[in-house]
Structures are given as C-alpha cells and as structure tokens.
C-alpha cells in the first residue's frame, strides 16, 4: 500500500484507487454483456450506474479543478510546468468522455439501455477503461511524487485544507 507524508499527494492518490476500482467494475460490465445491454433492474448494474452518474463526474471534475488551479500553479512557480501542462491536454480530452458517460449512466438509471445507447455506453465506457488509468498512472509516477519532494508544509497545509473543505 502507498502512503505519502503529504496530505494531497495521499488524498489524490486513495481517489486514484477509488477510480481504478470503479473502472475495473465497468470493465466487467462491458465484458460480461458484450453487444447485449444490461438489465437496469439489476442492482449490481444500478450500482455501477448511479456511481457513474453521481460521482465520477462530480469527483473527477473537483479533481481536476483542485490540480489545474492550485497544483500546476504551485509547480509553476517551482519552474516545474511540463508535468501540468501535460496532464491539462489530457484532461481536455477526459471531461467530455466522462461527461458525456456520466449523462449515459444517469438516463440507464431511469430504463432500459436502446442498441444505440448502449453501443454509446461500450464505446465510452471502453475509452474512458483505457484513457483514465494511463493517466492515473502518470499522476502516480511523476505529479505525486514532485509534489511530495517539493511542497513545503505551510503551502501544503493550505492547499490541503482548501481541498478537503471542497469534497
């Protein structure tokens, strides 16, 4: 188990499990049903959908925000710009999948997924299984651990605070 000393780096970190798990449990989803769409009654299957539809995209989107407005500026101003603006273009491209497969999730909560619908929801759910843990990954191996050498305790203590008063 990873435990870092900086707060952020820690809470950034356990919503990073939070959503490989999450996303493990699409993935099934999505192999298990194949072309056929899954029966909406399912309580397995509502579960997933109402996770998707209420906190991903809630949770994701603070997460973003929180690294976008405070970290990268933070490592800016420590000359150390590259990491952000990279993960910025990937987080250009993640919002609308997550968005848009968020609403899809929200609409199967109610009925029956449609063939289209559902083919949306594969395709999406799909790209955002392969598209998410990569970048995960890299906030893992490179943002979190420059974060953790290179925050001082009263910055960290701020931004820590500003962060969780957000959840």
Known sequence: M?????????????EHQSNIALLHRVQGLLARQGATSPDAADPAVRQLLSELATGMATEVQRHFDFEEHSLFVYLDGAGESAIGAHLIEEHVVLRPLISRLTVIARDGLGQDFDEARWNEFRRLGGELCERLPVHIQKEEMALLPLIEENMDSETEARLSRNYLENV
């Open 2 to 14: 990873v435990q870092f000393a900086n707060r952020i780096c820690q809470k950034l970190h356990d």
